[in-house]
């Protein structure tokens, strides 16, 4: 309830002192708007660089594993070709 109160009476002595000090407060706004612009445009930056270098890193993984991937199955074919001619040799026997 103190809570509900406090909020009511910062907003009503907010919105007064926006009417008295609209003017200083279009200035404030004047001289800070580029300062956020310019950091969040920074941050912007800074974010899609990250996910571009994330996204290189896992094609360079998806890359790797598919080579591995590749190699697995040669792997496979040439134990498979082996087991076919040692099969075929106890069936000779």
Same mark, same amino acid.
């Given at each position: ?67 591995? $991937?590749?190699? $697995? ?12 001619? $040692?099969?075929? $040799?106890?069936?000779?026997?």
């Amino acid at each position: 309830m103190k809570t509900l109160i406090g909020g009511a009476i910062a907003a009503v002595l907010g919105l007064i002192g926006l009417a008295i000090w609209f003017g200083e407060f279009l200035q404030l706004l004047a001289g800070a708007l580029p300062i956020m612009l310019l950091l969040g445009g920074g941050l912007a930056l800074y974010l899609g660089f990250d996910e571009i270098k994330d996204n290189w890193k896992n094609k360079k993984e998806e890359a790797k594993e598919a080579a591995a $991937e590749v190699n $697995e199955t040669e792997q496979y074919k040439s134990e498979i070709e082996s087991l076919k001619k $040692e099969m075929e $040799e106890l069936k000779a026997k």
